[in-house]
């Protein structure tokens, strides 16, 4: 399975459990989403994330529709009992990079931390340099 990401394509890469996965936010994945989280469009899905606050269950959701959408067979179940390098905070991070790979304008060079202010109109507001603050609930 191929495991470099294409950050033209909204693709990037995690280890979980000792093994690097490809996530990305398919427009199915995006769907999937917006079901989950009971909005009606993308705009009021990416607006539910722009406070950058997100729950357990917000990532798990999030990490999972990305995993599915890069064509892994795997349930939130299972997104829920892996582990990763740095624990929920680790999580935190792959959420909020993988939305910001969806939603955010990357500049030319793939970077996935470009400013929304300076590069346009991203519905996702910029990753925090101090990490995503993931919240119970």
Known sequence: MRTHPNRH???IAAKFDGEIRLLCLTLGALAELESAFGVA???ELAGRFETGRLSAADIIRIVGAGLRGAGNRISDEDVSVMSIEGGAV???RIATELLWASFGSAEADGSSHASPDRE???LVRQPNPSGPQAVSG
């Open 41 to 43: 469009n993308l705009a």
């Open 120 to 122: 346009g109109s991203a």
């Open 9 to 11: 394509r909204g693709e």
């Open 90 to 92: 680790g999580f935190a």
